[in-house]
């Protein structure tokens, strides 16, 4: 969710609350449940202070400036190089659109590699509750963080984050498709649920395309 923020009257990103992870999930490759929070601590600082220095400057919010694909494919770099930061066992794939975003640290020569395939984790990251796509159909651990962002069509104002965890996908022409199989296996996985998605409310949009 956003909060505001006393003084600059903007609604700021609300960092995920302890309560919220999961001690139960399962991420390999030695990341951890205290490195994910850490990596998203760090946007909801990152969204605030460029906000923050937007307004004061008489411009508009970042998340406005952006199509809404390029704001989710930001979230998902950011936390492919955030979580790295703090977790010394996963690295960030070196290799141009390298197949996953993460790779075990030292494996690769240069952390590069084209196609890992399940060696490493792919993230993403989407407004949207299923019908998650990408552009590698290969079977490989998939993290998403699935955010609510503060667009004029939004119903709902903020940055919540749901869960992790691994799956298959299905070939096609030019995307993959988390198929219902995938998203149950990860939705038995999860790894974070904002306090809305764990008192069963939300006004996240479940449509079955995304950006």
């Known amino acids: 969710m956003r909060v505001k923020r006393p003084g600059i009257g903007i609604l700021t990103a609300e960092k995920p609350e302890q309560a919220g992870f999961n001690p139960k999930a399962a ?12 990596a998203m601590d760090d946007f909801a600082d990152f969204l605030e202070f460029v906000d923050t220095q ?17 704001f989710s494919s930001m979230v998902g770099e950011f936390m492919t190089v955030g979580i790295p930061k703090y977790c010394k066992t996963v690295v960030k794939n070196q290799y141009h659109n390298g197949h996953p975003d993460l790779l075990p640290a030292g494996k690769y020569e240069g952390n590069a590699a084209q196609h890992a395939g399940k060696d490493g984790i792919e993230i993403k990251a989407s407004r949207y509750l299923k019908g998650w796509q990408g552009h ?22 903020g940055i919540d984050w749901l869960f992790a965890g691994r799956s298959k996908t299905i070939r096609r022409t030019i995307t993959a498709s988390v198929t219902r199989s995938g998203l149950e296996k990860m939705m038995a996985n999860w790894i974070y649920k904002c306090r809305k998605l764990r008192e069963g409310k939300t006004d996240l949009v479940t449509r079955d395309l995304d950006e």
């Open 27 to 38: 991420i390999p490759f030695g990341v951890t449940i205290a490195d994910v929070k850490r």
């Open 54 to 70: 937007l307004l004061e400057h008489g411009m508009t919010r970042f998340e406005d400036m952006l199509m809404p694909a390029n």
């Open 136 to 157: 590698n159909p290969e079977d490989a651990w998939l993290m998403v963080f699935v955010f609510q962002g503060g667009r004029p069509t939004d119903k709902a104002k």
